[in-house]
């Protein structure tokens, strides 16, 4: 599996930007897809994940109620509606997938990456 982020940029405090998680290559709608966000000097760390069919969704307490994760397997992609977005928020946001799908918080389960998109939030 292939996967390519897109649909970072700059954007204010308080607005909205989508990004975006292409696939290609094996059948996606077989994997769990997670996104992870990784922040100037500091680790990478979960953001949300999605099961295969799109019927169970995780959020880290950072961004519940202002994140959502969905997905459309037809189209083969994933996507991250990010809301009343915060300067904390910035970073490298990259997707990734995972066939077991079984601790999705955790970054080793997980067996594709894509390359990450930016994201900048101004106060």
């Known amino acids: 599996v292939q996967l390519q982020a897109s649909g970072g940029g700059p954007v204010q405090a308080g607005g909205s930007l989508r990004l975006s998680c292409a696939a290609s290559?094996?059948?996606?709608?077989?994997?769990?897809v997670g996104w992870f966000r990784q922040a100037p000097g500091k680790e990478r760390e979960f953001v949300a994940a999605?099961?295969?069919?799109?019927?169970?969704?995780y959020y880290s307490d950072s961004v519940k109620g202002r994140f959502s994760i969905s997905r459309d397997n037809a189209a083969n992609a994933v996507y991250l509606q990010m809301s009343s977005l915060k300067p904390e928020d910035t970073a490298i946001y990259y997707c990734?997938?995972?066939?077991?799908?079984?601790?999705?918080?955790?970054?080793?389960?997980?067996?594709?990456w894509g390359q990450g998109t930016l994201v900048t939030v101004s106060s």
């Open positions: 990734a997938a995972s066939e077991r799908f079984s601790r999705v918080f955790v970054q080793e389960d997980y067996d594709y």
């Open positions: 999605i099961s295969w069919s799109g019927s169970i969704t």
């Open positions: 290559g094996r059948t996606f709608s077989r994997y769990g």
